[in-house]
């Protein structure tokens, strides 16, 4: 009886170590999905993040201009090397380049006066003030000369519009009741121009009685003004004329050849009218300039005489200021007519030549920096494993798997970007060596090494059970059987292993699930 029982024994003991054996063989190869016993040695883990990312240049810009103008000179091309602060392409400045000289002229003589004003007047003040005055009476005089001959000329011109050109088919031109020579036509605007003329022959006998009269010392803000209403019932009457005349076709009496003739005569008329308007109102803001600036030297020179008070000192020194603002305004005018690099690095795109018209905020440079930046977005799953200086290996799919390209990762912007429904986060590496094969725009492989420790006991992964706070590994006893036993765990590489730091020793069995 003993013996069958011990014998029953024996059966069972041969037959669960048979079955340990059977499923649990010592095997280090790692099969997804398989049951086995795994032998606990050293190794080294390394824990990495795999991404793709683009190469970017560290600094883009884009560059145009603030205003329109043509092209003077471009000073690069595609392709070229430039510094921070090299001019790139130029607008046609020159007139700014006069404003600039002058408004600099102008500061130095602001400058000189505030100086003097400060000093107080000398002799030397009495007798420029002096001089300022005397040419001014004589800017005067001259502008009341030419305004003078500016009416007279006004007058024949209106005059020759009217009585030498509108009369030629003017029945009784001068008379109270002047009447069109030409049949037909709109009956309300030939009203208009017979009652216009009539009007007119008054205004042009009182407009030469009074330009008779004038002298050169007599003010001429009458006659100017006398001129100014005859002027207008003129280009009323030349416009009438010409609306009249439009649909006027030749008959037996009025050959086609004199119908033009007139037409001319209005059109001819009107073109003198307009001119002699123009050129009097010239000549008058020039007289009235002319008197604003005897006012002025005047009032100068009596302050000179006077001595300067602290309120003219200090009005001086505010034209001064004035005077710095006006440069600084022309230089920045001329600084938006220059393209000038903000950085070092390549022109990667040029699209202009000399002479072309230019429209404001057109791209027509691009330059980049020649170092260069790997941008790759990361996932929210993997955001929390990697950390600013941590390295990184890439590679990029011009050049292979062979040729590795290491990084560290610089930068992880704290907001996050949707991307199909996923929360990434902008992050930069930067290369550790710039290599001249590296170009813009490559696509970067990138393996971020998060963690990395060397001879270090370590496991599958599938090995460890977890309870709760707790990691536990069932191992083979003495007895070759499998028991629980807790472990504490380090870092978990990228290939599935994890590492041990208590609980097991190297060369023990572990059961893989």
Same mark, same amino acid.
């Given at each position: 009886?003993? &013996?069958?029982?011990?014998l029953?024994?024996?059966l069972i003991v041969?037959?669960? /170590?048979?079955g340990?054996?059977?499923?649990?063989?010592p095997?280090?190869?790692?099969?997804?999905?398989?049951?086995?016993?795994y032998? =606990?040695?050293?190794?080294?883990?390394?824990r990495?993040?795999?991404?793709?990312?683009?190469?970017?240049?560290?600094?883009?810009?884009?560059?145009? &201009?603030?205003?329109?103008?043509k092209v003077?000179? =471009?000073?690069?091309?595609?392709?070229?090397k /430039?510094?921070?602060?090299?001019?790139?392409v130029?607008?046609?400045?020159?007139?700014?380049?006069?404003?600039?000289a002058r408004?600099?002229?102008?500061?130095?003589?602001?400058?000189?006066?505030?100086?003097g004003?400060?000093?107080? *007047?000398?002799?030397?003040?009495?007798?420029i003030?002096?001089i300022?005055?005397?040419?001014?009476?004589?800017?005067?005089?001259?502008?009341?000369?030419e305004?003078?001959?500016?009416?007279?000329?006004?007058?024949?011109?209106?005059?020759?519009?009217i $009585?030498?050109?509108?009369?030629?088919?003017?029945?009784?031109?001068?008379?109270? $009741?002047?009447?069109?020579?030409?049949?037909?036509?709109?009956?309300?605007?030939?009203?208009?121009?017979?009652?216009?003329?009539?009007?007119v022959?008054?205004?042009?006998n009182?407009? +030469?009685?009074?330009?008779?009269?004038?002298?050169?010392?007599?003010?001429?803000?009458?006659v100017i003004?006398?001129s100014?209403?005859?002027?207008?019932?003129v280009?009323?009457?030349?416009?009438?004329?010409t609306?009249?005349?439009? *649909?006027?076709?030749s008959?037996i009496?009025?050959?086609?050849?004199?119908?033009?003739?007139?037409?001319?005569?209005?059109?001819?008329?009107?073109?003198?009218?307009e001119?002699v308007?123009?050129?009097?109102?010239?000549?008058?803001?020039?007289?009235?300039?002319? =008197?604003s600036?005897?006012?002025?030297?005047?009032?100068e020179?009596?302050?000179?005489?006077?001595? &300067?008070?602290?309120?003219?000192?200090?009005?001086?020194?505010?034209? =001064?200021?004035?005077?710095?603002?006006?440069?600084?305004?022309?230089?920045?005018?001329?600084?938006?007519?220059?393209? $000038?690099?903000?950085?070092?690095?390549?022109?990667?795109?040029?699209?202009?030549?000399?002479?072309?018209?230019?429209?404001?905020?057109?791209?027509?440079?691009?330059?980049?920096?020649? +170092?260069?930046?790997?941008?790759?977005?990361?996932?929210?799953?993997?955001?929390?494993?990697?950390k600013?200086?941590? +390295?990184?290996?890439?590679?990029?799919?011009?050049?292979g798997?062979?040729e590795?390209f290491?990084?560290i990762?610089?930068?992880?912007? *704290?907001?996050?970007?949707?991307?199909?429904?996923?929360?990434?986060?902008?992050?930069?590496?930067?290369f550790e060596?710039?290599?001249?094969?590296?170009?813009?725009?490559?696509?970067?492989?990138i393996?971020? /090494?998060?963690s990395?420790?060397?001879?270090v006991?370590?496991?599958?992964?599938?090995?460890?059970? $977890?309870r709760?706070?707790?990691?536990?590994?069932?191992?083979?006893?003495?007895?070759?059987e *499998?028991?629980?036993?807790?472990?504490?765990?380090?870092?978990?590489?990228?290939?599935? &292993?994890?590492?041990?730091?208590?609980?097991?020793?190297?060369g023990?069995?572990?059961?893989?699930?």
């Amino acid at each position: 009886m003993r &013996f069958t029982i011990s014998l029953v024994v024996l059966l069972i003991v041969s037959t669960g /170590v048979a079955g340990w054996y059977f499923f649990y063989a010592p095997n280090n190869d790692f099969e997804e999905g398989s049951t086995f016993a795994y032998q =606990v040695k050293r190794m080294s883990l390394k824990r990495v993040v795999s991404l793709n990312g683009i190469v970017e240049p560290e600094k883009k810009v884009e560059l145009s &201009f603030e205003r329109n103008g043509k092209v003077k000179n =471009v000073y690069t091309s595609v392709g070229e090397k /430039v510094v921070a602060g090299m001019l790139l392409v130029e607008l046609e400045n020159s007139d700014l380049l006069a404003d600039l000289a002058r408004a600099e002229a102008d500061l130095a003589a602001e400058k000189a006066d505030l100086s003097g004003t400060e000093k107080g *007047p000398t002799e030397e003040d009495n007798d420029i003030a002096n001089i300022r005055v005397k040419n001014a009476e004589r800017a005067i005089e001259d502008s009341r000369n030419e305004l003078l001959a500016r009416i007279i000329d006004t007058y024949t011109k209106v005059d020759d519009a009217i $009585r030498n050109r509108l009369d030629r088919f003017i029945n009784y031109p001068q008379s109270p $009741r002047p009447e069109l020579a030409i049949s037909g036509g709109n009956s309300a605007i030939r009203q208009s121009i017979e009652s216009g003329r009539a009007s007119v022959e008054l205004l042009l006998n009182d407009w +030469h009685k009074d330009i008779s009269e004038l002298t050169g010392t007599l003010d001429f803000s009458t006659v100017i003004a006398q001129s100014y209403v005859a002027i207008d019932s003129v280009r009323a009457i030349l416009r009438n004329t010409t609306f009249f005349l439009d *649909p006027v076709t030749s008959s037996i009496s009025l050959t086609q050849e004199t119908l033009d003739n007139y037409r001319a005569d209005v059109s001819a008329g009107r073109a003198n009218v307009e001119s002699v308007r123009i050129a009097l109102i010239l000549s008058e803001e020039k007289f009235n300039s002319a =008197v604003s600036t005897l006012r002025l030297t005047e009032g100068e020179r009596r302050k000179v005489r006077a001595g &300067f008070t602290q309120d003219e000192i200090d009005a001086a020194r505010a034209r =001064v200021k004035r005077a710095e603002a006006q440069v600084l305004k022309v230089k920045s005018d001329f600084s938006k007519t220059v393209i $000038r690099s903000p950085i070092t690095g390549v022109i990667s795109r040029f699209e202009t030549k000399k002479g072309e018209a230019i429209v404001s905020g057109k791209v027509i440079v691009t330059a980049m920096a020649t +170092h260069y930046l790997i941008r790759v977005n990361i996932p929210e799953a993997d955001i929390t494993k990697v950390k600013i200086d941590d +390295h990184a290996i890439v590679t990029l799919d011009a050049y292979g798997s062979g040729e590795p390209f290491p990084a560290i990762l610089t930068n992880i912007e *704290p907001a996050e970007e949707i991307i199909q429904g996923v929360a990434t986060y902008k992050s930069t590496l930067e290369f550790e060596t710039q290599d001249p094969r590296i170009k813009s725009g490559m696509t970067a492989n990138i393996n971020i /090494v998060t963690s990395e420790k060397t001879d270090v006991l370590a496991v599958p992964q599938r090995a460890v059970i $977890r309870r709760g706070e707790n990691r536990y590994i069932r191992v083979a006893n003495a007895r070759n059987e *499998p028991e629980e036993r807790k472990v504490e765990v380090g870092i978990v590489d990228s290939k599935g &292993f994890v590492e041990i730091t208590e609980g097991l020793s190297e060369g023990e069995s572990v059961v893989v699930y």
